[in-house]
C-alpha cells in the first residue's frame, strides 16, 4: 500500500525558519514523475505551494519563491519541504501529493500543520 506521512509541523514564531517531511512507503519515491507540496488555509482552496519533478525541476509559488526550498532524499524515500523567513500567511495545513504525470496526483498524505505566530 502506497502511503504519504507528512510530519514536522508544529507553532513557530514570524521570521523563523522551519523544515516539514513527506515520507513515501510501499513504493520507490522515484516511480512518481512528480511529488509536490499544498496547503490549505481556513476558508481557502488548497494550493501549490511547491513541486519537483523526476529532471529535478522545482517550481514554487510566487508566494514563497526565494523563501521555500523543496527538495528530495532518495535514500531516505522522502521529500522535504524548507520554509524560511515565515511569515503569518502561511499558517496551513501543508498536503504532501505525488503524482505519475503532472501534479496534482491521486496520492495525498494526511497534511500537518504548520502555525506561524506574529
Known amino acids: 500500500q502506497v502511503r504519504l506521512v507528512e510530519s514536522g509541523g508544529g507553532l513557530v514564531q514570524a521570521g523563523d525558519s522551519h523544515t516539514i517531511s513527506c515520507s513515501v512507503s510501499?513504493?520507490?519515491?522515484?516511480?512518481?514523475?512528480?511529488m509536490g507540496w499544498y496547503r490549505q488555509a481556513p476558508g481557502k482552496q488548497r494550493e501549490l505551494v511547491a513541486g519537483i519533478n523526476n529532471r529535478g525541476t522545482r517550481n514554487y509559488a510566487d508566494s514563497v519563491k526565494g523563501r521555500f526550498t523543496i527538495s528530495r532524499d532518495a535514500a531516505k524515500n522522502s521529500m522535504y519541504l524548507q520554509m524560511n523567513s515565515l511569515r503569518p500567511e502561511d499558517t496551513a495545513v501543508y498536503f504532501c501529493n505525488a503524482a505519475r504525470s503532472a501534479l496534482p496526483g491521486d496520492t495525498w498524505g494526511q497534511g500537518t500543520q504548520v502555525t506561524v505566530s506574529s
Open positions: 510501499g513504493i520507490i519515491m522515484f516511480s512518481f514523475n512528480a
